[in-house]
């Protein structure tokens, strides 16, 4: 496609229940990545797929947060038993290549807005 | 990891020049960069530095002092639609960059 696209754009859920959020990243992009936007706060970063590597977890919050990629498509991101704090806007990237690190411009979807009430 | 600060809120008036700041701490530097993100919006790519100097494109320029870990965004001729928030992101030692909280700019007539 022409960008990176996710859905749901919106998401109302209650309290302890599970929800998912996908991201199509943009095709031939091998890099990926989620990030958490707490209203009038910064991007936290939560995980990183690049290519048929070992994902990088190091951002995952707490165990109730998990995400899977096929491939170098398309990735999910779970959220288990959610919490009020889980609130946020869900944000994913993709890069033609992250290991490299240098001028690999991140692309950003228009995230997915979650609300646990 | 890496500690990046950057002023909060900032104002300036239609037509004129702002100049927001990124100072940070880290090791491994691999590169810096500004993204803008309108209210609502995914953040957009702007600049990227990873030698000392100065980068123009159009209106917008962005600093780097690798030595003094800080870095600038400057824009010129204001335009109401540069309100905005302004992300400084660090990359350090991965492939992964650590983004500052943000400067949200507003423009005023």
């Given at each position: 496609?022409?960008?990176?696209?996710?859905?749901?754009?919106?998401?109302?859920?209650?309290?302890?229940?599970?929800?998912?959020?996908?991201?199509?990243?943009?095709?031939?992009?091998?890099?990926?990545?989620?990030?958490?936007?707490?209203?009038?706060?910064?991007?936290?970063?939560?995980?990183y797929f690049q290519g048929n590597s070992a994902p990088d977890k190091s951002g995952l919050p707490s165990d109730r947060f998990s995400a899977e990629r096929t491939g170098e498509s398309v990735s999910t991101l779970t959220i288990q038993r959610t919490q009020q704090e889980d609130s946020a806007v869900y944000l994913c990237a993709s890069s033609?290549?992250?290991?490299?690190g240098g001028k690999e411009t991140q692309y950003f979807g228009p995230g997915t807005r979650l609300l646990v009430l | 990891?890496?500690?990046?600060?950057?002023?909060?809120?900032?104002?300036?008036?239609?037509?004129?020049?702002?100049?927001?700041?990124?100072?940070?701490?880290?090791?491994?530097?691999?590169?810096?960069?500004?993204?803008?993100?309108?209210?609502?919006?995914?953040?957009?790519?702007?600049?990227?530095?990873?030698?000392?100097?100065?980068?123009?494109?159009?209106?917008?320029?962005?600093?780097?002092?690798?030595?003094?870990?800080?870095?600038?965004?400057?824009?010129?001729?204001l335009q109401m639609k540069d309100s905005a928030s302004y992300l400084c992101a660090v990359r350090a030692g991965s492939y992964i960059p650590t983004f500052g909280r943000g400067t949200s700019l507003i423009v005023h007539p």
């Open positions: 496609g022409a960008g990176v696209s996710q859905s749901p754009s919106n998401k109302v859920t209650e309290k302890g229940k599970d929800v998912e959020l996908r991201c199509d990243p943009i095709s031939g992009h091998t890099a990926l990545y989620w990030y958490r936007q707490r209203l009038g706060q910064g991007l936290e970063f939560l995980i033609l290549e992250g290991s490299q | 990891g890496q500690n990046i600060d950057q002023p909060t809120e900032m104002t300036a008036t239609e037509g004129a020049i702002v100049q927001i700041n990124c100072t940070y701490q880290t090791s491994g530097f691999n590169g810096l960069f500004w993204y803008q993100q309108h209210a609502g919006e995914a953040p957009t790519f702007l600049s990227y530095n990873v030698l000392d100097g100065l980068e123009e494109k159009g209106r917008f320029s962005s600093f780097l002092s690798r030595s003094k870990g800080y870095s600038y965004l400057l824009l010129k001729e």
